[in-house]
């Protein structure tokens, strides 16, 4: 089993920056790739960005040239740096580790609002 832990959400002005950080756990030697998801108020999940174990990396376009993911794999923990938020960017960010026909797990969510 894998457990993952989400934090660093809250509330940013827009333009502001928030990192936030998924902790994995368990059988942590299974996951292949772990990414972030949101799901704003009344519509469906979806990508925002993925890291896999060889260091690929993948964005929604919606995000590209402003969010940064990266692993830090001794420390079990994926992060997302967020720059230069927008209104738009307001969602419940869900950290996912994966392992094809294996593995899909979601963290519990936190909470990202951007509002002046």
């Known amino acids: 089993q894998v457990q993952l832990v989400e934090s660093g959400g809250g509330l940013v002005q827009p333009g502001g920056s928030l990192r936030l950080s998924c902790a994995a756990s368990?059988?942590?030697?299974?996951?292949?790739?772990m990414g972030w998801y949101r799901q704003a108020p009344g519509k469906q999940r979806e990508l925002v960005a993925t890291?896999?174990?060889?260091?690929?990396?993948n964005y929604a376009d919606s995000v590209k040239g402003r969010f940064i993911i990266s692993r830090d794999n001794a420390k079990n923990t994926v992060y997302l740096q967020m720059n230069s938020l927008k209104p738009e960017d307001t969602a419940v960010y869900y950290c996912?580790?994966?392992?094809?026909?294996?593995?899909?797990?979601w963290g519990q969510g936190t909470l990202v609002t951007v509002s002046s």
């Open positions: 890291h896999r174990s060889g260091g690929s990396t």
């Open positions: 996912n580790a994966v392992h094809p026909g294996a593995l899909n797990k």
């Open positions: 368990g059988s942590i030697f299974i996951i292949y790739a």
